[in-house]
């Protein structure tokens, strides 16, 4: 596990809302000594305000996602999946209808970060968890690429676009 130090920049009040991070139940079966009741517990305390739960089937059933939304109330998510291969449009689906930006939910995949370990290490896993918890936490929140100008702010610019014209008009005869 990280050291404490480390995590202080990644505590409530420093960079952003605490958000939940659910970590899935299969992620036990691929790593057999990685006791995620433990880990979740861990997490919570080293890292303020966050809550840490254990879904059963996050990969493939993301329905557990909409349910553990619906009871967390969280501005930002972290998921520690056991597979990169899951549903990814349906997560994003899930996270916009529970309020959340879905370009914010930040997605670990464990699964390759511990295969091929005989003893998966701890420490690793909750620095990855940790890292994406502090993105969740520094992310702005997304912005709508073309936002509409006011009319007011038309008026002015179709005016200096005119009087552009006619000073180039009048710079050039």
């Known amino acids: 596990m990280p050291d404490a130090r480390k995590l202080e920049s990644t505590k409530t009040g ?3 809302p605490p958000p939940l991070v659910l970590l899935c ?3 036990e ?4 000594g990685l006791a995620l009741a433990s ?6 305390s080293r890292l303020q305000g966050v809550q840490v739960r254990v879904e059963e089937g996050l990969c493939h059933r993301p329905a557990a996602l909409k349910d553990a939304l619906r009871q967390a109330r969280a501005q930002r998510l972290v998921l520690g999946l056991c597979s990169d291969d899951y549903p990814a449009w349906e997560v994003q689906a899930h996270a916009r209808k529970a309020g959340l930006d879905a370009f914010g939910v930040q997605v670990v995949d464990l699964g ?8 998966p290490s701890r420490r690793q896993v909750g620095t990855l968890l940790a890292a994406a918890v502090a993105r969740a936490r520094a992310f702005p929140g997304s912005r709508p690429e073309n936002e509409k100008s006011d009319h007011e702010n038309q008026d002015d610019f179709r005016k200096s676009k005119v009087h552009g014209s006619t000073l180039l008009r009048d710079y050039t005869t």
């Open 25 to 27: 139940h299969d992620l």
């Open 112 to 119: 390759s970060a511990v295969a091929g370990a005989s003893a």
């Open 39 to 44: 880990l979740a517990q861990e997490l919570a």
């Open 29 to 32: 079966s691929a790593a057999p």
């Open 14 to 16: 420093a960079a952003g």
